[in-house]
């Protein structure tokens, strides 16, 4: 089945610092990319929508200076957290399809902020 | 906006026994999808079933079922024979099929299952 890489899947980093995540389809063409947050305990929360080669649509409250998401191939798709706070400490995911097929989930990252 | 309630934080069941967790949506679409995702203690995102809501018919995987009830926006998933393996949190979620938000999907609060042996 399609499988989707998330990268790294733990990061630790000092506050103000900016940290990068990568999302890569293997196996198939991901037209569009998205990245969920996900607060202990707490449900999946959508943070933006990337499509190739076009900018990010974000979800309101998402401050889109401070995650930049960059979609520039059909395999890749990351996110960079800016001047990371602690308060940005959080499980990152992303997913990825191709136009009508299903949704395809990495497998997380957790951000640690000190 | 389409919202996912999921009014079961904390599930429980015996192993062997069938346990059904709640999951009710709203929308004004007459067309989306509808899914139940397993998350284990791993963070992976696991598609357990998914169900088309054009389609009358519940949708079944293995020991997983669905009761899906469109008038009353209802879709909850049944688990017979439970298995260890089985405790995770489930999420139940939409997602639209038209409109520019057509790819994103939007998830309940999660149920938390346990599977007692």
């Known amino acids: 089945g399609a499988v989707v890489s998330q990268h790294p899947s733990r990061v630790i980093c000092k506050s103000g610092t900016s940290v990068k995540i990568e999302c890569r389809s293997l196996?198939?063409?991901?037209?569009?990319m998205f990245w969920y947050r996900q607060f202990p305990k707490q449900s999946l929360m959508l943070m933006a929508t990337?499509?190739?080669?076009?900018?990010?649509?974000?979800e309101q409250g998402v401050e889109k200076d401070k995650f930049l998401i960059n979609h520039a191939s059909l395999t890749l798709s990351t996110l960079t957290v800016t001047s990371a706070h602690p308060e940005d400490s959080s499980f990152y995911i992303c997913?990825?399809?191709?136009?009508?097929?299903?949704?395809?989930f990495g497998n997380g990252t957790r951000l640690t902020v000190t | 906006a389409q919202t996912v309630t999921q009014s079961q934080p904390e599930m429980s069941v015996q192993e062997a026994e069938t346990v059904t967790l709640s999951c009710t949506y709203d929308t004004s679409e007459s067309d989306y999808y509808l899914f139940w995702y397993k998350q284990p203690p791993s963070r992976q995102m696991i598609l357990v079933i998914r169900q088309e809501a054009y389609k009358q018919q519940n949708a079944t995987e293995n020991r997983f079922s669905v009761n899906f009830q469109k008038a009353a926006k209802s879709f909850s998933l049944k688990i017979s024979d439970s298995q260890l393996g089985d405790a995770a949190m489930y999420f139940c979620a939409y997602r639209s099929v038209r409109g520019y938000n057509n790819n994103d999907m939007r998830f309940g609060a999660g149920t938390r299952l346990t599977v007692k042996p």
């Open positions: 997913s990825a399809r191709n136009r009508g097929s299903p949704l395809h």
């Open positions: 196996d198939f063409q991901a037209t569009t």
């Open positions: 990337s499509n190739e080669g076009s900018k990010a649509t974000y």
